[in-house]
T-cell receptor, first 112, second 115 residues
Framework: SQQGEEDPQALSIQEGENATMNCSYKTSINNLQWYRQNSGRGLVHLILIRSNEREKHSGRLRVTLDTSKKSSSLLITASRAADTASYFCATVEETSGSRLTFGEGTQLTVNP | NAGVTQTPKFQVLKTGQSMTLQCAQDMNHEYMSWYRQDPGMGLRLIHYSVGAGITDQGEVPNGYNVSRSTTEDFPLRLLSAAPSQTSVYFC??????????????FGEGSRLTVL
């Protein structure tokens, strides 16, 4: 079964708007990561947040982590058409040692 | 830097045929893994390796074999292909050791169709 579940499954916004994607997970984690996948390409790592962190920023990306609710959110500010992609959260579970488990992804479409 | 290189990019097989998906990385990463990606199911871990000579099963290992004879290469073998193995396969690697975070570097994928 999937560790992470993203919400919404699909999101369509206009250029310049902010996009928020959510991820919920089931077990205790060491860290949570967000990846991006352009159509037909491999995944690219965006940002990592550790279990003892609550918020992290990288450029136009802002990630929050609430370990009490076992959830995370990815905010993309001032979106661009080039941000159109699928976004996946992935977790490293405390007990897994060497596994990174992915959610099903959110398909983001940014309309010019 | 080539990063993670997967071959072939596309392959069509008939049921029962065997084949090997190749994965090579030039970053001296100890950890390598194979995922399959199916519509609506995200990425699922097939097998992984934490170093040469060491492999372990992931979430969906049945029907696949792996070996790790060198740090650079991690081939995935399908012994008798089945239509259920139609998918996009991704190889990913990362550096291990102290402070391992699991941040993965992905190849571009191998799209496999089994008829």
């Amino acid at each position: 079964s999937q560790q992470g579940e993203e919400d919404p499954q699909a999101l369509s916004i206009q250029e310049g708007e902010n996009a928020t994607m959510n991820c919920s997970y089931k077990t205790s984690i060491n860290n949570l990561q967000w990846y991006r996948q352009n159509s037909g390409r491999g995944l690219v790592h965006l940002i990592l947040i550790r279990s003892n962190e609550r918020e992290k920023h990288s450029g136009r990306l802002r990630v929050t982590l609430d370990t009490s609710k076992k959830s995370s959110s990815l905010l993309i500010t001032a979106s661009r058409a080039a941000d159109t992609a699928s976004y996946f959260c992935a977790t490293v579970e405390e007990t897994s040692g060497s596994r990174l488990t992915f959610g099903e992804g959110t398909q983001l479409t940014v309309n010019p | 830097n080539a990063g993670v290189t997967q071959t072939p990019k596309f392959q069509v097989l008939k049921t029962g045929q065997s084949m090997t998906l190749q994965c090579a990385q030039d970053m001296n990463h100890e950890y390598m893994s194979w995922y399959r990606q199916d519509p609506g199911m995200g990425l699922r871990l097939i097998h992984y390796s934490v170093g040469a000579g060491i492999t372990d099963q992931g979430e969906v290992p049945n029907g696949y074999n792996v070996s790790r004879s060198t740090t650079e290469d991690f081939p995935l073998r399908l012994l008798s292909a089945a239509p259920s193995q139609t998918s996009v396969y991704f190889c990913a690697s990362t550096r291990r050791g102290q402070g391992w975070t699991g941040e993965l570097f992905f190849g571009e994928g191998s799209r496999l169709t089994v008829l």
